[in-house]
């Protein structure tokens, strides 16, 4: 049985592998995860907010020396109040790389070039074999145009392609109004591969308090048919490595995502709940499919059903769409 995939330029073991997520952060975690069958690491996001504030909180340190006047340093936020410093996960990057012999895939998150240029470099430069753009950006401005919104990640990929040489993928929402060009835009500006979808966590309101509340709810399997449908619908028309993540629960679930075409897959949510070693039972599951539907290879299974393969393709636009609705009885 041939697990082998290839994503982003590497040959792996199989498609399994842990989204970013806080469950790296751990060495012993690392190693378990590894020792599961991940065939890459996907370290946790380091974020753009994060980079200004250790800019800022080293800018009003100088600043207060110069002026000579320490109590201007307590307007600044402080690095110390960050979860992790950049040289903290710079650093991490590279006892990770020592730890495991997969690859070790690192993230940034944000949605401006700024500072993410030069910490790419550092990123590179600390070990990491490639790097994972997570865009995650929530226009909220009325006078900014979806085209501005899609420019400032083409330009942001376009800046760090520049700069680095390992592989890029891009995490993207599915909230683009022509996804398909999007995509295509991205793998032009020098994109190795696109990660299909990010989460976007959902505020809640405190009607009592007053007050907006951060609210984290791990995946279902349910979440993953709307990545079913951009995977089908963008592997068979960009010529890209692509990567499933949200929703991944179960070897079926594996199986649906490469069906349609991903290269592999990520898992966040299930390893959360049942630890680093469900990535071997889901890994174990997905053989015995494989055997009892005699596919010789993942290769085989990739793509089968996306829109190049699948008996009806208009299933994965507005056909289904009419048929539930036709569908439902009261």
Request: glycine share 6%; with cysteine; proline share 5%.
């Amino acid at each position: 049985m041939n697990l082998t995939t290839e994503y982003l330029g590497f040959q792996l073991k199989s498609p399994f592998m842990p989204g970013a997520s806080p469950l790296v952060d751990d060495l012993d975690n690392v190693r378990r995860l590894e020792d599961a069958g991940a065939s890459a690491i996907v370290m946790h996001s380091f974020f753009e907010e994060q980079i200004a504030m250790e800019e800022r909180a080293r800018q009003a340190h100088i600043e207060a020396h110069e002026e000579g006047n320490p109590e201007a340093h307590s307007f600044f936020p402080h690095v110390d109040d960050l979860d992790q410093t950049g040289e903290e996960y710079l650093k991490h990057i590279a006892e990770t790389k020592a730890a495991v012999k997969v690859p070790v895939i690192a993230s940034l998150n944000g949605i401006t070039p700024g500072g993410w240029v030069a910490y790419a470099r550092q990123i590179e430069q600390a070990g990491a074999d490639a790097l994972e753009l997570n865009y995650y950006d929530l226009p909220a401005n009325p006078d900014e145009t979806g085209a501005a919104v899609e420019q400032r990640a083409l330009d942001m990929v376009s800046a760090i392609r520049k700069e680095v040489k390992i592989p890029l993928a891009v995490k993207l929402s599915p909230f683009f109004s022509s996804l398909p060009n999007f995509a295509k835009q991205l793998v032009a500006a020098g994109a190795n591969g696109l990660v299909l979808f990010n989460r976007f966590y959902q505020p809640d309101i405190d009607i009592e308090a007053l007050d907006v509340l951060p609210v984290l709810e791990l995946s279902s399997s349910s979440e993953l048919r709307l990545r079913l449908r951009w995977l089908a619908i963008l592997s068979a028309r960009i010529e890209t490595g692509y990567s499933a993540t949200g929703g991944i629960h179960s070897a079926p679930d594996a199986i649906r995502a490469i069906m349609a075409g991903a290269h592999t897959v990520q898992m966040v949510s299930a390893l959360l709940r049942f630890g680093p070693e469900h990535l071997n039972v889901v890994s174990k599951q997905f053989v015995r499919w494989m055997e009892q539907h005699e596919y010789e290879s993942v290769a085989q299974m990739r793509g089968a059903m996306n829109l190049k393969h699948c008996p009806d393709v208009t299933n994965f636009e507005r056909a289904n769409y009419l048929k539930i609705l036709h569908g439902w009885q009261v």
